[in-house]
C-alpha cells in the first residue's frame, strides 16, 4: 500500500465530568444524550485502536500500519513498548476532574503489564473566565503535608492553581499532581498510556453505581513528585514570515509540540523525512502527496498522522490556519536544515493561491 495521510475515526468516552463542547468547538458529531469527557484521536493500546476514516487504509487500525509500514510511518521514532509512540486526545471538562497522578518510571517498572509511563501536555483550546488547572503541589509541600490533606480533604489547598486562557499549554511529567478544572478543553499530547491513580474526585457520586469512584491512594502515593522544577514553564520561541508562523510550545524527552499558523491561500512544501502529527484547531486545507490517497482534505477538529516516508508531500490552505505540530524528539537528517530560501522552492502554483516559500512549518529539530 502506497504511503499516505492518515486520519482517524474519533473514540468517544462518556465521562461523569464529561460535556458537549467538543459539537462546538471543533465540529464533533457527538453520540446523543451522552456527557463526552474525551474524544481520542490517535490510539493504539490494548482496548482503545483507531480506525482509518478514509483513503486506501481505510478501516485498517493503527497497530496493523505500524507492523505493516514500519520506519514509513514512524521513521527513526522507537516504538513505544511496540505501539504508536504518542497518544492524542481532546478533553472536554463540563465539572473539575478527579486530582489524580500517573505512574513514574519506578512504578511502571515494578508493576509491569499495561502500567506505563504517561507524560502529557495540555493546549487549551477554550476556557471559560474562570477556567483553571491544578498542576503539582506548592512549594514546600512534602509527602507528609499531602497526606494530612488527604486525610482532612483539603487536597486542593497544597496544589499549585493557575488560571488559563486559550492558547496556554502546559507540560505534565508523569508524576506530576493534576486536574484538570471545569469550563476548560484541551488538545492533549501524550505517551500511550490509561493509566491514572485517583488521589480525590471531589466527594462525586457515580450515578451507574450510586457510590462514590475509586480512588488509588497507595499507588499514588509513591508515584508523585514534589519537584516543582521539573514542571517550569517552558520559553517559549517564535519564527515567523509574512504568511507563517510557528511557535514552540514544549519539548520534553516524549514529544516535542509547535503551533503554526497559516495564511488562507498559501501552497508550500512539507520537507519532513520523520513522523509529524498535526492537531488542527482552526481552518481546513489538504494535503497533496504522490499517493492514490491524494490530496488528503483536513478541517478544524482533525488530527492528521504524516507518515515519515511521505512523498513530495505540500500543504494548500482554504482558511487561516491554525494547528499543532507535533514531533519525536530524535536525532534528525535535517538537523540544521534551514527554512527554504525564495529561489530553492518551486515555482508558485499559477492555479492555487500563492506560494510562500519562508518558513516552512515544523522543522525537525535534534534532541
Not at 197 to 206: G, L, V
Given at each position: 500500500m502506497e504511503i499516505h495521510p492518515l486520519i482517524f475515526e474519533p473514540i468517544f468516552k462518556p465521562k461523569i465530568w464529561g460535556g458537549r463542547k467538543l459539537e462546538a468547538l471543533l465540529a464533533k458529531r457527538l453520540p446523543e444524550g451522552q456527557r463526552i469527557g474525551e474524544s481520542w484521536e490517535v490510539a493504539d493500546l490494548?482496548?482503545?485502536?483507531?480506525?482509518?476514516?478514509?483513503?486506501?487504509?481505510?478501516?485498517?487500525?493503527?497497530s496493523e500500519l505500524v507492523?505493516?509500514?514500519?520506519?514509513?510511518?514512524?521513521?527513526?521514532?522507537?516504538?513505544?513498548?511496540?505501539?504508536?509512540?504518542l497518544l492524542i486526545k481532546f478533553l472536554d471538562a463540563g465539572e473539575t476532574l478527579s486530582v489524580q497522578v500517573h505512574p513514574d518510571e519506578t512504578m511502571a517498572r515494578r508493576l509491569g503489564d499495561r502500567v506505563r509511563v504517561k507524560n502529557e501536555a495540555w493546549y487549551v483550546i477554550d476556557a471559560e473566565d474562570e477556567g483553571f488547572i491544578y498542576r503539582g503541589v506548592r512549594e514546600g509541600v512534602d509527602a507528609d503535608a499531602l497526606k494530612r490533606a488527604i486525610r482532612e480533604q483539603r487536597v486542593e489547598s497544597v496544589l499549585n492553581r493557575i488560571s488559563?486562557?486559550?492558547?496556554?499549554?502546559?507540560?505534565?511529567?508523569?508524576?506530576?499532581?493534576?486536574?484538570?478544572?471545569?469550563?476548560?478543553?484541551?488538545?492533549?499530547?501524550?505517551?500511550?498510556?490509561?493509566?491514572?491513580?485517583?488521589?480525590?474526585?471531589?466527594?462525586r457520586i457515580d450515578p451507574a453505581t450510586g457510590r462514590p469512584r475509586d480512588?488509588?491512594?497507595?499507588?499514588?502515593?509513591?508515584?508523585?513528585?514534589?519537584?516543582?522544577?521539573?514542571?517550569?514553564?517552558?520559553?517559549?520561541?517564535?519564527?515567523?514570515?509574512?504568511?507563517?508562523?510557528?511557535?514552540?510550545?514544549?519539548?520534553?524527552e516524549s514529544f516535542v509540540i509547535e503551533r503554526v499558523r497559516m495564511a488562507e491561500g498559501v501552497e508550500q512544501q512539507i520537507p519532513y523525512d520523520e513522523l509529524v502529527i498535526w492537531i488542527v484547531l482552526?481552518?481546513?486545507?489538504?494535503?497533496?502527496?504522490?499517493?492514490?490517497?491524494?490530496?488528503?482534505?483536513?478541517?478544524?477538529?482533525?488530527?492528521?498522522?504524516?507518515?515519515?516516508?511521505?512523498?513530495?508531500?505540500?500543504?494548500?490552505?482554504?482558511?487561516?490556519?491554525?494547528?499543532l505540530e507535533v514531533t519525536i524528539p530524535i536525532p534528525s537528517s535535517l538537523t540544521g536544515y534551514e527554512r527554504p530560501s525564495r529561489e530553492?522552492?518551486?515555482?508558485?502554483?499559477?492555479?492555487?493561491?500563492?506560494?510562500?516559500?519562508?518558513?516552512?512549518?515544523?522543522?525537525?529539530?535534534?534532541?
Amino acid at each position: 500500500m502506497e504511503i499516505h495521510p492518515l486520519i482517524f475515526e474519533p473514540i468517544f468516552k462518556p465521562k461523569i465530568w464529561g460535556g458537549r463542547k467538543l459539537e462546538a468547538l471543533l465540529a464533533k458529531r457527538l453520540p446523543e444524550g451522552q456527557r463526552i469527557g474525551e474524544s481520542w484521536e490517535v490510539a493504539d493500546l490494548e482496548d482503545d485502536q483507531s480506525v482509518v476514516a478514509s483513503g486506501p487504509a481505510r478501516d485498517r487500525m493503527l497497530s496493523e500500519l505500524v507492523h505493516e509500514w514500519g520506519a514509513r510511518l514512524i521513521g527513526r521514532a522507537s516504538l513505544f513498548e511496540g505501539r504508536f509512540p504518542l497518544l492524542i486526545k481532546f478533553l472536554d471538562a463540563g465539572e473539575t476532574l478527579s486530582v489524580q497522578v500517573h505512574p513514574d518510571e519506578t512504578m511502571a517498572r515494578r508493576l509491569g503489564d499495561r502500567v506505563r509511563v504517561k507524560n502529557e501536555a495540555w493546549y487549551v483550546i477554550d476556557a471559560e473566565d474562570e477556567g483553571f488547572i491544578y498542576r503539582g503541589v506548592r512549594e514546600g509541600v512534602d509527602a507528609d503535608a499531602l497526606k494530612r490533606a488527604i486525610r482532612e480533604q483539603r487536597v486542593e489547598s497544597v496544589l499549585n492553581r493557575i488560571s488559563v486562557r486559550k492558547g496556554h499549554c502546559y507540560y505534565l511529567p508523569s508524576g506530576t499532581i493534576h486536574a484538570l478544572g471545569a469550563g476548560v478543553t484541551v488538545a492533549e499530547v501524550q505517551t500511550p498510556s490509561d493509566i491514572t491513580y485517583r488521589i480525590y474526585d471531589w466527594n462525586r457520586i457515580d450515578p451507574a453505581t450510586g457510590r462514590p469512584r475509586d480512588l488509588h491512594l497507595e499507588e499514588a502515593l509513591q508515584c508523585v513528585s514534589y519537584d516543582t522544577t521539573s514542571i517550569a514553564d517552558q520559553k517559549r520561541e517564535h519564527v515567523a514570515s509574512i504568511c507563517t508562523s510557528v511557535t514552540k510550545l514544549v519539548r520534553c524527552e516524549s514529544f516535542v509540540i509547535e503551533r503554526v499558523r497559516m495564511a488562507e491561500g498559501v501552497e508550500q512544501q512539507i520537507p519532513y523525512d520523520e513522523l509529524v502529527i498535526w492537531i488542527v484547531l482552526e481552518g481546513r486545507g489538504r494535503i497533496v502527496c504522490d499517493s492514490p490517497a491524494s490530496p488528503t482534505a483536513f478541517r478544524t477538529g482533525d488530527t492528521v498522522v504524516l507518515p515519515a516516508d511521505l512523498s513530495s508531500a505540500r500543504v494548500q490552505t482554504d482558511d487561516n490556519c491554525m494547528w499543532l505540530e507535533v514531533t519525536i524528539p530524535i536525532p534528525s537528517s535535517l538537523t540544521g536544515y534551514e527554512r527554504p530560501s525564495r529561489e530553492s522552492l518551486p515555482e508558485p502554483n499559477p492555479t492555487y493561491g500563492k506560494s510562500v516559500p519562508l518558513n516552512v512549518p515544523g522543522k525537525p529539530t535534534s534532541s
